[in-house]
């Protein structure tokens, strides 16, 4: 399975701790995040995952910011993006279950990076569960 990764300065060390975990479960990884404390600006490391997420480059995309609002709102933009706001695993799970969610965004500031890691592994193994929820997600894009 492909992941793209992305982060602002808010969480290159979350991003470092998800990316070595994912890579142990033997993802591939593709990361767009700074590594660095250094004020950037978090459209610029969320579009490329939004992208990849879009052309099915990736299968997931992971974003992470301060407050996790911000770059999920950038990948939101993308056609066929569906990116949930997660600070708990149990949010993972049915962003995932009912919203059928393809990106999921972290908020570094109010998170561990044990949670985040739990967040990352509920997320991707869960499945959409389909069925009544089909309907909502269908008309959740703009046509």
């Known amino acids: 399975m492909k992941i793209s990764i992305g982060n602002d300065h ?3 060390e ?5 990316v070595k975990w994912l890579e142990a479960k033997g993802y591939e990884v593709t ?3 700074t590594d660095t404390d250094a004020s950037v600006d978090y459209p610029d490391f969320g579009h490329p995952v939004a992208t990849d997420v879009e052309e099915g480059k990736a299968d997931f995309g992971i974003v992470i910011c301060g ?14 993006v569906r990116a949930g706001l997660c600070w708990t695993k149990e949010i993972a ?4 279950l009912h919203n059928d969610a393809n990106i999921v965004s972290i908020p570094a ?3 561990s990076i044990q949670q985040a890691i ?5 997320f991707l193994e869960t499945a959409f569960e389909g069925g009544r ?6 008309k959740i894009a703009c046509k």
């Open 67 to 80: 407050s996790g609002n911000g770059i999920a709102m950038t990948v939101n933009k993308h056609a066929g």
């Open 14 to 18: 979350y991003k470092i701790a998800i």
């Open 118 to 122: 739990e967040i990352v592994e509920t």
């Open 109 to 111: 500031r109010y998170t």
């Open 31 to 33: 990361n767009y995040g």
């Open 10 to 12: 808010a969480g290159p």
């Open 93 to 96: 799970y049915l962003t995932r």
């Open 133 to 138: 929820h089909q309907n909502r997600v269908d």
